[in-house]
């Protein structure tokens, strides 16, 4: 049989069959890089689904939650101290407490803040400085954005120089502290007890007035707290308020993450 059968279409001379055309590494190189296009464009479609990935949509839905919930969590407050009130009006009458016993529950009560206090009082405002702030003074640098904005130790270093001086009561924005409350920061918001403020900070104690004042002023945190106002312009003021009524804590007292000691 001759060879030339190997070779369909070249017919009997024998000859040999035209040499293969062999692909330019330059064209095995672009087809790969419109093939790698090409998959990104689709992943890219099938992730955005007809969105646009560039927006912050999803960051405003995430904070519209955030701030929704810090609402409801507010009006549930409000009922809860509502529903407290009627149960202790009610079970009053029949509890068969003795006097000394009664005086004794409101003492406790009181001391753990679930009662109004009122008596002489200051208040405490904490706000970020100016965006375009920069060293009033010389020998600082230049201030940082994390120079410019108050943090969860500051909050924390105003409310146990209070506590410090005396206070009876302390109110943070519109809600009463207890001994279980945590003052926490994340960003530049402050989360407490479930609800979510933004600067300006007011924190409000019932006390004399000048011992609570030289607490403040004897803090040490207080007082690096004071450069960063006098160099950069955060936000620092102290009013005396006169006589007020702080309200009691509405919330919950029930503790989840804890555990009594055996």
């Not at 507010?74 to 009610?90: I, K, P, T, Y």
Request: glycine share 8%; proline share 7%; with cysteine.
């Amino acid at each position: 049989m001759s060879n030339s059968a190997d070779f369909p279409g070249t017919g009997s001379t024998g000859s040999a069959p035209p040499p293969r055309r062999r692909l330019r590494p330059v064209r095995v190189l672009t087809a790969g890089v419109f093939a790698l296009a090409g998959l990104l464009f689709v992943t890219s479609f099938n992730t955005a689904k007809g969105t646009d990935l560039r927006t912050d949509a999803s960051l405003l839905k995430l904070s519209d939650l955030i701030h929704e919930r810090s609402r409801k969590n507010g009006e549930l407050d409000e009922s809860n101290a509502a529903l407290r009130d009627q149960v202790e009006s009610l079970a009053q009458p029949d509890d068969g407490r003795t006097t000394a016993e009664a005086e004794k529950l409101a003492g406790l009560e009181k001391d753990a803040g679930t009662q109004e206090v009122k008596g002489r009082a200051i208040t405490v405002t904490l706000n970020d400085a100016p965006p375009d702030a920069t060293a009033k003074l010389p020998g600082y640098p230049e201030p940082q954005p994390d120079y410019l904005v108050i943090h969860q130790q500051d909050l924390q270093a105003v409310v146990n120089a209070l506590w410090q001086g005396g206070a009876k009561g302390i109110k943070v924005m519109d809600q009463r502290l207890i001994s279980t409350s945590a003052v926490r920061c994340v960003g530049n918001t402050l989360i407490l007890q479930g609800r979510v403020y933004s600067p300006p900070y007011k924190i409000q104690a019932v006390g004399d007035p000048e011992k609570l004042q030289q607490a403040l002023a004897d803090s040490p945190a207080i007082q690096n707290y004071m450069v960063y106002v006098n160099v950069y312009g955060l936000g620092w003021k102290v009013t005396e308020d006169g006589t007020v009524t702080l309200p009691g804590y509405s919330g919950t007292v029930d503790l989840h993450y804890a555990k009594p000691v055996e």
